[in-house]
């Protein structure tokens, strides 16, 4: 395929590009051959994608190319390539979860998720990098290695969803799916100039799990523009019989897109509150507040009722710990009974956290919970929407662990610099990571913009209003993406 036309279909919305595929403008076979060059041009440098399969890739392909027309024509993602994230199974595919333990496992039946996908006509073309065991906002691992930036390749894709951020900035898919705990749909989201959302809790299913009734892992999507995320989940959304806190999320407001509710010529009228800190709770880098400050007085000025303010979420920073170290525990203690030498510090480290909580705390967190959902859901009686920062900080080095620091204040642990998602998460509130800019050194920076529970599409249609006005989605990376670097460098 000639490179103008691979740039063509790469650089085209995810929602158009399944359009023509549906109508027979264009064929699946186009489509995916255009992101498996793309792939084969830039993932050896970028290190985001696993276990690509473009043989099967276009099988899928030509099958969907074969229906009769009435039938794609209700596929609504006909023809879109996607990689599954790696801590979770594909059929036929490679599942890792970034662990040398399942190094060489393959899944033999889908997640539902992924079952959801294949039905609204997305083509599985391999998996996306992870973290191990999604472990940490810097998706590096000892099987596939690290997950460069593609706009610094010197710099984190972030985490734990940064192999698709990362492959969806550099053009090697249209839309992906994640998963998010602490921020791991937002972080790399924020990191890469894309858009990643954490649904409400129970909007999208996850099954098959061994955690049914946890209340911080959410799946949901990512893509380019709030558009495309949309149309994902749209298809990934909903009740499913064996997650028993799935259920139906609000159908959203009435229209085509945002403009049929809120629009610059009828001045908006969508009240938002922003907060940089938490009333300085919480550190946030000089550097991400450079950039956000201005994007907020836009917003401001296209006539967002705007004003300061935020819920008070105090000991929510304590009890999502408590809790995580619960979920952890059951993840990977039976693991590290048999396998601790082939568990990284931070695994082990995560499981030894969940034995040592006591009843008592697990009661505390669980009380906590409770009280920030409904200081949240109250909050948000009053307004449309709370904006903060995404992340506290921009894109670090590649060789950093984890920010030690932030501005001179010195950081507990490797949690501490993703507070302010983690907390968001605690709430069960759905919330999305819009691009707003760029560091003066190139680097993008992300707004998070959180919404009412169960409420996710009017939150979709809100956060492509905020889109429109701040969003910088639109400027792809200048790295040079054939520059081929080490993709197991010492992590300090």
Same mark, same amino acid.
């Given at each position: 395929?000639?490179?103008?036309?691979?740039?063509?279909?790469?650089?085209?919305?995810?929602?158009?590009?399944?359009?023509?595929?549906?109508?027979?403008?264009?064929?699946?076979?186009?489509?995916?051959?255009?992101?498996?060059?793309?792939?084969?041009?830039?993932n050896p440098a970028v290190n985001a994608l696993l276990d690509v399969q473009p043989d099967t890739a276009l099988a899928q392909a030509a099958a969907i190319d074969a229906m009769p027309p009435e039938v794609r024509s209700r596929l609504p993602l006909a023809g879109l390539p996607v990689a599954v994230k790696d801590?979770?199974?594909?059929?036929?595919?490679?599942?890792?979860?970034?662990?040398?333990?399942?190094?060489? @496992?393959?899944?033999? /039946?889908?997640?539902? $998720? %992924?079952?959801?996908?294949?039905?609204? #006509? +997305? &083509?599985?073309?391999?998996? =996306?990098?992870?973290?191990?065991?999604?472990?940490?906002?810097?998706?590096?691992?000892?099987?596939?290695?690290?997950?460069?930036?593609?706009?610094?390749?010197?710099?984190?894709?972030?985490?734990?969803?940064?192999?698709?951020?990362?492959?969806?900035?550099?053009?090697?898919?249209?839309?992906?799916?994640?998963?998010?705990?602490?921020?791991?749909? @937002?972080?790399?989201? /924020?990191?890469?100039? $894309? %858009?990643?959302?954490?649904?409400?809790? #129970? +909007? &999208?299913?996850?099954?098959? =799990?061994?955690?049914?009734?946890?209340?911080?892992?959410?799946?949901?999507?990512?893509?380019?523009?709030?558009?495309?995320?949309?149309?994902?989940?749209?298809?990934?959304?909903?009740?499913?019989?064996?997650?028993?806190?799935?259920?139906?999320?609000?159908?959203?407001?009435?229209?085509?897109?945002?403009?049929?509710?809120?629009?610059?010529?009828?001045?908006?009228?969508?009240?938002?509150?922003?907060?940089?800190?938490?009333?300085?709770?919480?550190?946030?880098?000089?550097?991400?507040? =450079?950039?956000?400050?201005?994007?907020?007085?836009?917003?401001?000025a296209a006539g967002f009722r705007m004003e300061s303010g935020h819920p008070d979420l105090g000991g929510a920073r304590e009890a999502f710990r408590t809790l995580r170290g619960l979920q952890m525990f059951n993840n990977l203690a039976p693991l590290a009974r048999d396998h601790a030498d082939q568990m990284k510090?931070?695994?082990?480290?995560?499981?030894?956290?969940?034995?040592?909580?006591?009843?008592?705390?697990?009661?505390?967190?669980?009380?906590?919970?409770?009280?920030?959902?409904?200081?949240?859901?109250?909050?948000?009686?009053?307004?449309?929407?709370?904006?903060?920062?995404?992340?506290?900080?921009?894109?670090?080095?590649?060789?950093?662990?984890?920010?030690?620091?932030?501005?001179?204040?010195?950081?507990?642990?490797?949690?501490?610099?993703?507070?302010?998602?983690s907390i968001i998460t605690l709430t069960g509130h759905p919330a999305i990571s819009i691009p707003a800019g760029f560091t003066e050194s190139g680097l993008p920076v992300g707004l998070q913009v959180v919404g009412r529970y169960r409420d996710d599409r009017t939150l979709l249609a809100m956060a492509q209003v905020?889109?429109?006005?701040?969003?910088?989605?639109?400027?792809?990376?200048?790295?040079?993406?054939?520059?081929?670097?080490?993709?197991?460098?010492?992590?300090?």
């Open positions: 395929m000639a490179q103008q036309e691979t740039d063509s279909i790469i650089g085209a919305r995810a929602i158009d590009t399944a359009a023509s595929v549906r109508t027979g403008e264009r064929s699946a076979h186009e489509v995916v051959t255009a992101h498996l060059d793309r792939i084969a041009q830039v801590l979770i199974p594909a059929r036929g595919f490679r599942y890792t979860q970034g662990s040398p333990i399942f190094a060489d @496992r393959v899944a033999s /039946s889908d997640h539902v $998720v %992924v079952e959801r996908m294949r039905a609204a #006509g +997305a &083509v599985i073309v391999g998996k =996306s990098n992870t973290p191990e065991f999604g472990l940490g906002s810097h998706t590096f691992n000892s099987v596939t290695g690290v997950t460069r930036n593609p706009y610094d390749l010197a710099k984190t894709a972030g985490g734990s969803s940064g192999g698709a951020a990362a492959a969806l900035a550099s053009g090697m898919l249209p839309i992906a799916d994640g998963s998010d705990t602490g921020g791991s749909l @937002r972080n790399p989201a /924020s990191f890469n100039n $894309v %858009v990643g959302m954490r649904p409400s809790l #129970g +909007a &999208v299913p996850n099954h098959p =799990s061994g955690y049914g009734f946890g209340t911080l892992s959410v799946k949901g999507p990512m893509a380019r523009c709030v558009a495309d995320v949309r149309l994902l989940f749209d298809v990934i959304a909903g009740r499913h019989p064996l997650d028993p806190l799935s259920a139906d999320t609000l159908p959203g407001p009435e229209g085509a897109g945002p403009a049929a509710v809120w629009s610059p010529e009828r001045g908006m009228g969508i009240r938002a509150a922003w907060t940089p800190d938490f009333g300085g709770e919480i550190s946030v880098s000089a550097e991400v507040l =450079s950039v956000l400050s201005p994007a907020i007085d836009r917003l401001a510090e931070d695994a082990l480290w995560n499981a030894q956290v969940g034995q040592e909580v006591t009843g008592a705390q697990a009661s505390e967190a669980m009380a906590t919970q409770s009280r920030v959902f409904q200081r949240m859901a109250e909050f948000l009686g009053d307004v449309d929407i709370l904006l903060t920062p995404t992340c506290q900080v921009a894109p670090f080095d590649v060789h950093e662990r984890y920010p030690r620091s932030i501005d001179g204040r010195v950081l507990d642990d490797y949690l501490e610099w993703m507070t302010l998602p905020v889109e429109a006005v701040v969003g910088s989605g639109h400027v792809g990376p200048t790295a040079d993406l054939s520059m081929v670097h080490d993709r197991f460098p010492t992590i300090r």
